[in-house]
Nanobody, 126 residues
């Protein structure tokens, strides 16, 4: 079993930055593929970014490329999402998720993820 706890959400003005963190416990973190999803009101949950177990492979949704950066520290059992140049359309609940996989193919669909955090709210004001 893996427990995931997100932090770092909040209210920010358009153009600002936030860094989300997700701390994992309960299983060898380095064997997990990690992803960040988001869900805006009235919309389906979407994959924003993902990173392979060793950090060598990453994926970004087109809507966040060039603005968001996913990274991980296996020493700290933590994955991060640095969000820059935030836009009002980035407003959503952001979820951290983990999949038991050491594959380098990281653009995995939602249903393949095994563990989920509770989510953290990100609100971007215009």
């Amino acid at each position: 079993q893996v427990q995931l706890v997100e932090s770092g959400g909040g209210l920010v003005q358009a153009g600002g930055s936030l860094r989300l963190s997700c701390a994992a416990s309960g299983r060898t973190f380095s064997s997990l593929l990690m992803g960040w999803f988001r869900q805006a009101p009235g919309k389906e949950r979407e994959l924003v970014a993902a990173i392979s177990w060793g950090g060598g492979s990453t994926y970004y949704a087109d809507s966040v490329k060039g603005r968001f950066t996913i990274s991980r520290s296996n020493a700290k059992n933590t994955v991060y999402l640095q969000m820059n140049s935030l836009k009002p359309e980035d407003t959503a609940v952001y979820y951290c998720a983990a999949e038991r996989s050491t594959s380098s193919y990281v653009a995995r669909p939602e249903y393949e993820y095994d563990y989920w955090g509770q989510g953290t709210q990100v609100t971007v004001s215009s």
